[in-house]
T-cell receptor, first 112, second 113 residues
């Protein structure tokens, strides 16, 4: 069964540093998403991406965040200057359109 | 705005007990409704879904019926197993936009032998 692959599984970074979280969506999917889950809290939508541009973003997705699909297979989330409160599990998801998503296993980001 | 409310956990049951996890939603239009499960240390897996009123989603013995009149999508299972121990998330996807998911807070289920 096709999978969404996320790397790394765990990333530790110092406050103020830039991090890039990587995702390889399912190859024939057209819609891409990032969500995050702060420990013990609900899963929150960050951004959706379609046709090589952001289609929707949440209030959380401020100027410190960016997404890119640099080579047609990877889908990355960059945080420019990490803060302690960015510590969370970040999930990538991909889908073919309405009503169907596959999530990756997540990247646990720890900002120290 | 759209939102999802789940019953608070943890829910602790003995094996073979009946499970209900309540979920209600607020949404404009005609959302699709989902249950996702997160096993310890893993990502989110789609458990079941329903895309219109009165639809029943089912998978692995779990069921949920889309009730528009009560804006609910309660998850049920007739006989739980220890392996069902996980966190369960109710979610909705709006009928417009690019179908982002809005999640409830999650309900932790612990099943004991």
């Amino acid at each position: 069964e096709p999978e969404v692959t996320q790397t790394p599984s765990h990333q530790v970074t110092q406050m103020g540093q830039e991090v890039i979280l990587r995702c390889v969506p399912i190859s024939n999917h057209l819609y891409f998403y990032w969500y995050r889950q702060i420990l013990g809290q609900k899963v929150e939508f960050l951004v959706s991406f379609y046709n090589n541009e952001i289609s929707e973003k949440s209030e959380i997705f401020d100027d410190q965040f960016s997404v890119e699909r640099p080579d047609g297979s990877n889908f990355t989330l960059k945080i420019r200057s990490t803060k302690l409160e960015d510590s969370a599990m970040y999930f990538c998801a991909s889908g073919q359109g309405a009503h169907g998503y596959t999530f990756g296993s997540g990247t646990r980001l720890t900002v120290v | 705005g759209n939102s999802v409310t789940q019953m608070e956990g943890p829910v602790t049951l003995s094996e073979e007990a009946f499970l209900t996890i309540n979920c209600t939603y607020t949404a404009t239009g005609y959302p699709s409704l989902f249950w996702y499960v997160q096993y310890p240390g893993e990502g989110l897996q789609l458990l079941l879904k329903a895309t219109k009123a009165d639809d029943k989603g089912s998978n692995k013995g779990f069921e949920a019926t889309y009730r528009k009149e009560t804006t609910s999508f309660h998850l049920e299972k007739g006989s739980v197993q220890v392996s069902d121990s996980a966190v369960y998330f109710c979610a909705l996807s709006s009928s417009g936009g690019y179908n982002k998911l809005i999640f409830g807070a999650g309900t932790r289920l612990a099943v004991h032998p």
